[in-house]
């Protein structure tokens, strides 16, 4: 990734900043292998920002049907994500939360 690339979509959010309240949500989205992680990584060391990943949030196998996952995002446990991260994030509390590990198909 070079500069003038990370640095187009830096400087829009670092004008946003002090008229967001905190905290924010910035959202990357992309298909595999488009660099997203890289962009969250530069964000990260740039703004001193927590990055969320949602592959800490895909869904478990007990949870997974051909209904659910036939939706655009399906295999990511939107419910647990948003119990976790996005409701203590908009009540101000810190985050804790365990990740999912498709290897080993359970929590780690």
């Known amino acids: 990734m070079n500069e003038s690339f990370l640095q187009k979509i830096l400087t829009p959010i670092q004008e946003k900043i002090p008229t967001v309240p905190a905290p924010f949500v910035i959202s990357i989205e992309g ?3 488009t660099g997203k992680t ?4 530069a964000l990260q060391e740039r703004l001193c920002c ?3 990943h949602t592959d800490d949030f895909f869904l478990p196998p007990e949870l997974r049907s051909k209904q ?7 295999n990511v446990h939107y419910e647990r994500l948003n119990e976790q991260v996005a409701e203590p994030l908009r009540c101000g509390k810190e985050i804790a939360y365990r990740v999912f590990s498709c290897h080993s198909m359970a929590y780690t």
């Open 31 to 33: 298909g595999s292998g």
């Open 38 to 41: 890289t962009v969250a990584r």
């Open 50 to 52: 927590q990055v969320i």
């Open 68 to 74: 659910r996952l036939s939706q655009p995002g399906g």
